[in-house]
């Protein structure tokens, strides 16, 4: 009998929750609006697309072995309690425990193709399978590990540059949480001699190469001459210079905008390289908004890194941008649930 994955992705905004096969297809996906109510409202949500998933013709012959879900917070390595800070009242909450009371009282065999209503009593086995969970970005990283740009390895960190910096690590293909679940908070990494403003709020590295990193410094280094476009941009509109505006211009050839990019890349592979040193990875992968507009600076981020690394690490380790595409955090679940159920 073929096996599947139950996989959800939690998001502020949408609940998406997937069937996926052994090889990463996605069979089926279905979604809603996150419920915010309460968090039993939201989970509620969860058991009725699970139970429509299991239920769906879609699904075929096959038995579902396990539930994984992805969610944007802190999951507590001794508890599984669930954190988000952007989703109100979500602070502790015990999701695993929540999802299978539910799962149980609906009477469903999620288990088995055959999809029958019986009391639980009457089942020598539970009526679900296992059920995970797992911080977004940890997601993010297994999802690359399966079909992007670290396919076949295991030992991963995916770096999200966006507005804040985070990292998913993944050590022999498990999660590695730290010791309260606050592990990959790389904005924190200290690369300055200089204690600054800023840094007891957002980190040193989230302050120096964070997306709002770009525009502050495009400013700060403006010598005041409107011979570029972003020297005019600046001189006209500031209020309209955004990170994304910057790079495009850096890749234009404005010397302004190339300056500001690159020194961003030098904070990058500086830290990336701290991450290589430690953890020796086989890949480190670049995400997120920001990371993934510095495609074409990439090769400044692996000099960088390179420079800083101990040699025998940066050696083994691949430097790339990731590839996994928009499903990635619930293939990435779905692989996680996997690992953990074998």
Request: charged share 20%.
């Amino acid at each position: 009998m073929s096996q599947a994955v139950i996989a959800i992705e939690l998001r502020d905004s949408v609940t998406k929750v997937s069937l996926i096969e052994e090889g990463w297809g996605i069979i089926s996906t279905l979604e809603t609006p996150t419920p915010h109510k309460t968090t039993r409202a939201a989970v509620s949500e969860m058991v009725r697309l699970i139970i429509e998933t299991a239920s769906a013709k879609s699904r075929g012959s096959h038995a579902i072995t396990a539930i994984g879900i992805s969610v944007p917070g802190v999951v507590d390595p001794p508890t599984g309690r669930v954190s988000i800070p952007e989703i109100r009242g979500w602070t502790r909450v015990p999701l695993v425990q929540m999802l299978g009371e539910g799962l149980d009282e609906s009477g469903h065999d999620i288990s088995n193709p055959s999809t029958v209503k019986r009391a639980r009593a009457q089942q020598n086995k539970s009526v679900h399978p296992e059920i995970f969970v797992f911080p977004r970005l940890a997601s993010m990283a297994a999802a690359e590990c399966a079909v992007g740009s670290a396919r076949g390895k295991s030992n991963v960190i995916f770096l999200e540059i966006d507005q804040t910096i985070e990292a998913g690590i993944l050590s022999d293909g498990r999660v590695v949480q730290g010791g309260s679940g606050f592990s990959g908070a790389a904005g924190w990494i200290c690369l300055s001699e200089v204690f600054k403003h800023g840094y007891e709020s957002a980190g040193c590295l989230e302050i120096e190469a964070g997306k709002a990193s770009l525009p502050r410094r495009a400013i700060e280094e403006w010598s005041g001459s409107q011979n570029t476009m972003l020297g005019k941009l600046i001189k006209s509109d500031p209020q309209h210079l955004d990170a994304g505006t910057i790079i495009r211009a850096a890749r234009g050839g404005d010397p302004l905008a190339i300056d500001v990019v690159n020194e961003t890349c030098r904070w990058i592979g500086r830290s990336v390289s701290t991450l290589i040193s430690i953890l020796n990875p086989e890949s480190v992968i670049i995400g997120g908004h920001t990371g993934v507009l510095l495609k074409s600076f990439i090769d400044q981020i692996r000099s960088e890194a390179g420079i800083w690394s101990y040699p025998p690490a940066f050696k083994e380790c691949k430097i790339s941008m990731g590839s996994a595409g928009e499903n990635a955090q619930l293939i990435g679940a779905a692989r996680l649930a996997l690992t953990r159920k074998t």
